[in-house]
């Protein structure tokens, strides 16, 4: 079955810290890997999104870059963290194959700058 | 790219009416049309999706809409019940290439019992 796994659940951080965060998946080869944010009572915004191995495309100017060093693994960081970088975190993947299409969000992080 | 618009923001309803909520969505090219539910602090969860070859789809109470000429799609929630109380997005795709999803900006669902 596929499976994704995303850490750590909370983190809190102070302003001008380095971030990451990182997110594997199981079960599946080639995803398509994404990063979302959702900032308090607001919708999901795409931050990223990967093709591939080495692959990353950003949607959005800011503060954060990803990387996909392995073909399931996708890693979200920033070197000084704004207080505006404060959210929750989703990677997802997406397969579109015969029988087994969509996409799945992985548990979150809640990342509070202080 | 892409743009998807969700109404309304907010829906109060007493337990066992309908609910219904609406998206429209830009790009012609899009063909995957999912709904997410998401409780507080909890990740997205799917709830039900349709692809651009299907004009409605259903799942017990829950059914979803599907208008290619106009580019609008919609949820229906039948005998809405408190625990069906949650943010709900809409969300489009295009299957191949990037496939990203964009979503929109959510309803506020209320079930009052």
């Known amino acids: 079955s596929q499976t994704i796994h995303q850490w750590p659940a909370t983190l809190v951080q102070p302003v001008g810290s380095p971030l990451s965060l990182e997110c594997t998946v199981e079960?599946?080869?080639?995803?398509?890997l994404y990063w979302y944010r959702q900032a308090a009572g607001r919708g999901l915004q795409l931050l990223f999104y990967?093709?591939?191995?080495?692959?990353i495309s950003s949607e959005v100017p800011q503060n954060l870059s990803a990387s996909r060093p392995q073909d399931r693994q996708f890693i979200l960081s920033s070197k000084k963290l704004l207080l505006s970088d404060s959210g929750f975190y989703l990677c997802?993947?997406?397969?579109?194959?015969?029988?087994?299409?969509?996409?799945?969000f992985g548990s979150g992080t809640r990342l509070t700058v202080v | 790219g892409e743009n998807v618009e969700q109404h309304p923001s907010t829906l109060s309803v007493q337990e066992g009416d309908s609910a219904v909520i609406k998206c429209t969505y830009s790009?012609?090219?899009?063909?995957?049309f999912p709904w997410y539910k998401q409780e507080l602090g909890k990740r997205p969860q799917l709830i039900i999706d349709?692809?651009?070859?299907?004009g409605e789809k259903k799942d017990q109470r829950i059914a979803v809409t599907l208008n290619k000429t106009a580019k609008h799609f919609s949820l229906h929630i039948t005998e809405t019940q408190p625990e069906d109380s949650a943010v709900y997005f809409c969300?489009?795709?295009?299957?191949?290439?990037?496939?990203?999803?964009?979503f929109g900006k959510g309803t506020k669902l209320t079930v009052n019992p």
């Open positions: 997802a993947w997406s397969v579109f194959r015969p029988g087994l299409y969509g996409y799945t």
């Open positions: 079960g599946t080869s080639n995803p398509n």
């Open positions: 990967s093709v591939g191995i080495g692959q």
């Open positions: 790009d012609s090219a899009s063909n995957y």
């Open positions: 349709i692809r651009s070859n299907v």
């Open positions: 969300a489009a795709s295009t299957e191949g290439g990037s496939e990203k999803l964009v």
